[in-house]
């Protein structure tokens, strides 16, 4: 019950930032608002190390660096299929990627869910899709935010995958490996490119709110991977969409469908599922 409860919270946390992430990347460049946005959830994970230590091994921080290098990858992309697409269709495409990756990986791995949690992990898959679709039909659905959206969900699979294997020990050590790795890949793809690091002005504090928010978020999955087992926990973190469509239909005023609201709905019915097994 820990692991599910972290977990859950760890999705609503994660699809908030992800909205915020959208925002900030409709206002300034995409690398700029990742290596800003982690440089900010960088100052939060420093701040939360007296409070969950651990040892600082060299595995700790190689499974951590691992874990940035794939996560900064799929945030990029992640970050640039929202400037390009609806938030409303990059998000849950995401998701659905980085929830079949950590399961197939899982099941292979020698997890064996209970066949009430494996209900939930399918109703979870289907929640996914369900608000993958797009209002008014699939017209929406340019290729390029798909392979964007697929491809930062194969990056976020494997940053869920590598922190899961770093050292039970390693308290919040891996997450900051992964935070030197992710920020170094950023700032080395916006030099390769003669990108500029500053956020537009107006952008700071959005773009500082999701790098909090995300480290957050990780910091909770950590914690629910060190506890739970890693097909339960990533299928639960991945139902983050449900909150980032919420906010883009409060807040933006993006229409939702009913078969979203079904979805979100699933969602729910996954968690406790999940949550009762």
């Not at 050590?173 to 030099?191: F, K, M, N, T, Y």
Request: aromatic share 6%.
């Amino acid at each position: 019950m820990t692991a599910v409860a972290l977990a859950t919270a760890c999705a609503v946390i994660f699809g908030t930032a992800d909205f915020f992430g959208g925002l900030a990347t409709r206002r300034s460049r995409v690398l700029a608002v990742v290596v800003c946005s982690q440089l900010g959830g960088m100052v939060l994970v420093l701040a939360l190390m007296p409070f969950l230590p651990g040892i600082a091994s060299s595995g700790a921080l190689l499974w951590g660096m691992a874990s940035g290098v794939a996560g900064g990858l799929g945030i990029v992309l992640f970050y640039r299929g929202l400037a390009m697409g609806k938030m409303s269709v990059v998000a849950p495409i995401t998701a659905t990627t980085a929830m079949a990756v950590p399961v197939l990986f899982g099941l292979l791995a020698g997890e064996r869910p209970s066949v009430l949690a494996l209900s939930g992990v399918a109703l979870g898959l289907l929640a996914v899709m369900l608000v993958s679709r797009e209002p008014g039909g699939s017209g929406g659905l340019t290729l390029g935010p798909v392979l964007n959206a697929l491809a930062s969900g194969a990056g976020f699979g494997g940053f869920f995958i590598l922190l899961k294997l770093a050292p039970a020990d390693a308290g919040l050590w891996p997450l900051v490996g992964a935070r030197i790795a992710s920020i170094a890949l950023a700032a080395a793809l916006a030099v390769a490119t003669r990108r500029s690091m500053r956020p537009a002005a107006g952008s700071w504090r959005v773009t500082i709110a999701a790098g909090v928010l995300d480290m957050a978020a990780n910091v909770l999955f950590l914690l629910a991977a060190q506890r739970g087992m890693l097909i339960l926990v990533t299928v639960l973190v991945s139902l983050y969409p449900a909150s980032t469509l919420l906010l883009a239909r409060y807040v933006l005023g993006e229409r939702l469908s009913s078969t979203q609201i079904a979805g979100v709905g699933c969602a729910l019915g996954a968690i406790a599922l999940i949550a009762a097994s």
